[in-house]
C-alpha cells in the first residue's frame, strides 16, 4: 500500500463523506412538481435494509470462517444496497410529503430516539464504512480489522433501526 494511494483515497472518502450528508438535506427539502408520489418505495427500500444487516452479519460469519473472498464479496453487496436506499429514500422523499409519526405516550419518545440515534449514526458510519474498504482493498489488513470492529455495530445498528423506523411509522403513511 503505498502513502500516495491511501491519500489519495483519503481525500476522496473525505469529499464523499461530506457531500452526501448535505445532498441528502438538500434533496430532502427539493419537492419535483407534477410527479406522481412514489410511495410504494418505503416498503422496498426498509427491505434492503433488512437485507444489508443480514448481509454485514454473514460476512462477519464469512471471515471468522476464513471465507476472505466471501466477505469481501457481502461488504460490497452491502455497500451497494445502502446506495440503493439512499438513492430510493431521496427519491421517495423528492415525491412525497414526510409522513408524521402518530404514536403517543412512552412509544413517541422510544420513536423519536431511535429515528435521531438513526439519522446521526447514518451520517458517521460513512467514513467508517469507506475507510475500513478502502484499507481492505490496499491490503492493509490489521488496520482493516482494527476499524471493522467498530464499523461493523455501527452499520448494523443504522441498517436495523432503519427498518424498525419504518415498522413503528408505517401505520401513518397515507
Do not use: Q
Not at 481525500?11 to 450528508?21: A, D, E, G, L
Not at 452479519?57 to 436506499?85: D, W, Y
Not at 415525491?95 to 405516550?105: A, L, N, P, Y
Amino acid at each position: 500500500m503505498s502513502a500516495t494511494e491511501e491519500k489519495k483515497y483519503k481525500k476522496f472518502i473525505t469529499i464523499v463523506s461530506i457531500v452526501i450528508p448535505i445532498a441528502v438535506a438538500a434533496l430532502f427539502g427539493i419537492k419535483i412538481p407534477n410527479v406522481e408520489p412514489l410511495s410504494f418505495l418505503p416498503p422496498i427500500y426498509a427491505s434492503i435494509n433488512g437485507f444489508t444487516a443480514m448481509l454485514l452479519v454473514a460476512s462477519v460469519v464469512a471471515i471468522k470462517n476464513g471465507k476472505i473472498k466471501l466477505h469481501e464479496r457481502l461488504n460490497t453487496t452491502a455497500i451497494v444496497c445502502s446506495a440503493l436506499f439512499l438513492v430510493m429514500y431521496v427519491a421517495y422523499h423528492m415525491t412525497s410529503d414526510s409522513t408524521k409519526f402518530g404514536g403517543e405516550g412512552i412509544i413517541k419518545y422510544v420513536y423519536f430516539f431511535i429515528l435521531i440515534t438513526h439519522i446521526l449514526l447514518s451520517i458517521i458510519i460513512i467514513p467508517f464504512v469507506l475507510i475500513t474498504f478502502m484499507r481492505a482493498r490496499l491490503g492493509n489488513f490489521p488496520e482493516h480489522k482494527k476499524i471493522a470492529k467498530i464499523t461493523f455495530p455501527l452499520w448494523l445498528y443504522v441498517a436495523v433501526t432503519g427498518v424498525v423506523v419504518y415498522l413503528m411509522i408505517s401505520p401513518y403513511y397515507v
